[in-house]
């Protein structure tokens, strides 16, 4: 079989790490073939979390389901309902007004910013690092009540809807002012505590050279998002999306694909989301926030791909009497899989659950049906 | 008050379990006992990832098929006294998942969670509050601190 | 009337000592932890009095071990080599001869850490293999594997650990010998008390160092906390602990913090614990200065691999070896 041609590693035992367990933020299975410590093979098995949500969502109407794709996941929400929006839109063929434009790429970068910076934080628990844990989880803070008090919920916000905004999420003045000291803030903060993280020689230590994607490797396994981009590919789908065109940013990528690059990724891309808020804040057009001069309409089945936090974000339905039919959602997390098995490979346990980690992997995101058609 | 009493209010092992949901619950009780904003360690609750060590179950998340066993044997092997808080919308009724379809019902949900354990403390909301919580267990205290 | 006093001594050193160490995890957790992550943290009491009592009065349950009663009796026996340690060091018991010598200090700290082997392999908990999951279905990798328990990983570690994480406490107690030339307690206390303490000469500050990195290896303590990572085998040999065998773990890990200062206050100060002479106040001091220390140092490390723990310990020992070398000089 298989192991008679690697002859060079042998397989002793197999660690199964459970469904419960601390370093897992939600269900999942990974099985690791060691040696001595060492990890040989690796598997990991999704399918824990499956709540259905396509088979759910087949025959709701188009606002009760756009709502519903938020639920999906508690991290990403917005961009769910973003991009659900977004199809619908396309289909039935709406415009947005271009105020409610800016007020959804405010609350995606600020999803950015509190998704990034609970990525940190995990990273720095699963480290065994509790102390940067948790000054993470207090920058972070301010970003949660931002989202609370523009969408009403700190998680969970629902603020797109078809045609626009919800009229709930309009900025005023008063809102305006407490965005920018809490920018100003978090700028503050995140740029002291990534000096002192790369500073910190027992951290850097542990993370330089672990859990390797090579960029061929990389592309190789379709990885996708700040994954990729740590590898040396310079490829951000914000680049293409004509909302993000009044924008001006710049597309962030690190050498190496070690874990050392992908935590350096997420917090070279903090500033850059800093930046496009305050631009959006400072060009904020007046005008209407919702359209809801549009009609229903049957539509064929329309796609929609956009740069989430985590990569590219697909999602499709067709339209048939203002129902949505044969939705299909495909999450970034789901083809970074891939890459997070071939990472722990040749590691120290320890390490690999570290390079498992390094991918951000969000598995409530990633468990819809899939079909593998082999090419 | 005795010594028993006493002693079980002044230190209190509180695990988490995650039962396949959104994850907000999740990131909100971790919220609430890592982010020094909310810290509930000043109110004598330790985290512990150990069944054998902890007096408070905290359950998030509709019951997917394939946590309900392992959600199971951990509630077994928590010693006595104990006491379980549902936190969520999710644990308290399934949730979305449950209770909201097309033309298709869904067959994941292997039902909210006293169906399969019972529950003596629910904490709704959707994602639950940090400030929710801490309440939630507050409320389940008496249950511990009276049992024999 | 000698030897009442005598007992005295002894017991009233023991009942102190057992009372401080049940204030330095709160301390610990409290002071240092608790001011570092900007947070108020718990009370001084609950870490260390009240979660050892409230454990007493839980549901004693089987543990799922192929030896259960073996299992459940190995904390205990760790109590009683701790507090047997904390005799030894005592003043009034050096009569004991060779007893009371670096040699069976180091024996039965040896006994110590293989206390750990022994939890590891016996322990079989929920959370590892015995998690009820398909795995073994059809197109599975490799499933004719033999799978391991995450404790069987714990035991590996404390093997590793026992073979080369203890030569910097060794290696620290043997500078106190180099220096005063007798193996016996009382002639190193007999030394210092002579000629001052060992800590004020240069092998003695080397030693100083090396011992304060071995004793925060062998409490198992960040960033040296490979037997325990929360990351992957969750608590280690621990796992499978209930009640209040779970109590005895936790007194006993105070009562190792104590034990060991009150050792470095004995062979790098002269000071041996003894409640009858005024000078045991320096033994609480230094009681409560390590524990502060190795709270601050852990609090702001990472857990170390293998990787960075072979040099380290490396490292650490090479110094400790030109401390033996410098006392000859």
Redesign the interface.
């Not at chain 3, 908990?125 to 999951?133: D, E, G, H, I």
């Given at each position: 079989m298989e192991d008679n041609k690697k002859n060079r590693t042998v397989i002793e035992a197999e660690v199964p790490m459970g469904t419960v367990h601390p370093a897992a933020l939600e269900p999942y299975r990974v099985r690791l073939f060691v040696e001595d410590e060492i990890v040989r093979d690796a598997e990991i098995t999704v399918g824990l979390n499956h709540r259905g949500i396509e088979r759910i969502m087949e025959g709701l109407p188009v606002e009760k389901a756009n709502s519903l794709t938020e639920k999906i996941c508690g991290i990403c929400s917005n961009s769910h309902i973003w991009n659900s929006c977004l199809v619908g839109e396309k289909a039935i063929g709406i415009e947005v007004p271009e105020r409610a434009q800016y007020i959804r790429i405010i609350m995606e970068e600020l999803e950015r910013l509190h998704s990034h910076f609970l990525y940190l934080a995990h990273g720095s628990e699963v480290l065994g690092h509790e102390t940067f844990a948790m000054r993470l989880f207090y920058i972070r803070e301010t970003v949660m009540d931002l989202l609370g008090m523009i969408g009403g919920n700190r998680v969970q916000y629902g603020v797109s809807i078809l045609g626009g905004v919800r009229p709930r999420c309009e900025l005023d003045e008063n809102r305006i002012q407490q965005i920018k000291t809490g920018m100003d803030l978090i700028e503050e903060k995140a740029t002291d505590f990534a000096a002192r993280f790369v500073a910190d020689p027992l951290v850097m230590s542990r993370i330089t050279g672990v859990g390797v994607i090579s960029q061929k490797d990389a592309l190789r396994l379709a990885a996708t998002g700040p994954t990729l981009r740590a590898t040396g590919v310079a490829k951000d789908l914000r680049t293409e999306m004509k909302e993000y065109e009044p924008f001006d940013f710049n597309v962030i990528t690190q050498e190496g694909g070690d874990v050392k690059s992908q935590l350096l990724m997420r917090v070279m891309e903090i500033p850059e989301s800093i930046n496009i808020i305050r631009q959006a804040i400072r060009d904020l057009p007046d005008g209407p926030i919702t359209n809801r001069s549009w009609e229903m309409q049957d539509a064929p089945l329309t796609k929609s791909y956009i740069e989430v936090p985590r990569g590219t974000l697909y999602h499709s339905y067709a339209l048939e009497d203002g129902r949505v039919r044969h939705c299909v959602i495909r999450t970034p997390s789901m083809a970074n899989i891939g890459a997070m098995q071939h990472a722990c490979i040749g590691h120290h346990i320890t390490d690999a659950q570290l390079s498992i980690v390094q991918c951000d992997p969000c598995f409530t995101c990633t468990d819809r049906a899939i079909q593998i058609i082999k090419i | 008050m005795s010594l028993k009493s006493y002693s079980r209010g002044r230190a209190i092992h509180v695990m988490l379990v995650y039962t396949g949901g959104c994850n907000g619950c999740d990131i909100e009780i971790v919220n609430c006992i890592y982010s020094p904003k909310f810290d509930a360690e000043q109110y004598k609750v330790f985290l512990t990832w150990n069944p054998r060590e902890a007096d408070v179950l905290v359950v998030t998340g509709p019951v997917t098929k394939h946590t309900e066993q392992p959600l199971r044997e951990i509630y077994e092997a928590i010693p006595e006294p104990k006491a379980v808080v549902a936190a969520g919308a999710c644990a308290l009724m399934g949730g979305v998942y449950k209770n909201c379809h097309g033309d298709i019902p869904s067959e994941e949900i292997a039902g909210p969670v006293d169906k399969i354990i019972p529950v003596d403390a629910k904490v709704p909301g959707c994602a639950v509050r940090p400030q929710d919580i801490v309440a939630g267990l507050v409320s389940a205290l008496p249950l511990l601190l009276n049992a024999d | 009337m000698n030897i009442t006093y005598s007992i005295l001594g002894v017991l009233g050193t023991l009942v102190v000592a057992f009372i401080v160490s049940l204030l330095l995890p709160g301390i610990e957790?409290k002071f240092i932890?608790?001011r570092?992550?900007?947070?108020?943290?718990?009370?001084i009491?609950?870490?260390g009095i009240?979660?050892p009592?409230?454990f007493f009065?839980?549901?004693?349950?089987s543990?799922n071990s192929p030896m259960p009663r073996l299992y459940n009796a190995l904390p205990i026996v760790s109590l009683i080599i701790v507090l047997v340690l904390l005799i030894l060091l005592i003043p009034q018991m050096y009569f004991l001869g060779a007893l009371a010598s670096v040699i069976a200090i180091i024996g039965f700290l040896k006994v110590e850490e293989i206390m750990y082997m022994f939890m590891g392999s016996l322990s079989k908990?929920?959370?590892?293999?015995?998690?009820?999951?398909p795995?073994l279905a059809r197109g599975?990798?490799?499933p004719e594997?033999?799978?391991?328990f995450?404790e069987e990983?714990s035991t590996?570690?404390a093997f590793r650990l026992i073979a080369f994480g203890s030569f910097p406490v060794y290696i620290a107690i043997f500078v106190s010998v180099a220096v005063t030339g007798s193996l016996y307690l009382t002639d190193i206390v007999a030394y210092q008390q002579a000629n001052g303490p060992i800590l004020f000469t240069v092998a003695g500050a080397l030693g100083a160092v090396v011992f304060f990195i071995g004793y925060m290896i062998l409490l198992n303590e960040?960033?040296f906390?490979?037997l325990k990572?929360?990351?992957?085998v969750?608590?280690g040999p621990?796992?499978?602990?209930?009640?209040k065998y779970?109590s005895y773990v936790y007194l006993t890990r105070g009562f190792l913090m104590f034990v060991l200062a009150s050792l470095f206050a004995t062979l790098f100060l002269g000071i041996a614990p003894n409640i009858l002479n005024p000078n045991f106040i320096i033994t609480l001091i230094v009681a409560l200065l390590f524990p502060v220390l190795m709270a601050v140092m852990s609090?702001?490390?990472?857990?170390?691999?293998?990787?960075?723990f072979y040099p380290t310990v490396a490292g650490v020992s090479i110094l400790g070896v030109l401390a033996i070398v410098a006392a000859f000089l």
């Open positions: - | - | 957790r932890h608790a570092i992550q900007q947070r108020v943290g718990p009370p009491t609950s870490p009240m979660a009592i409230k009065f839980k549901q004693t349950i543990p908990s929920v959370l590892s293999v015995r998690m009820p999951f795995d599975a990798k490799h594997t033999t799978r391991t995450l990983l590996l570690r960040y960033p906390a490979i990572t929360k990351a992957d969750i608590e621990y796992l499978e602990y209930a009640a779970r609090a702001f490390s990472p857990i170390f691999t293998y990787k960075q």
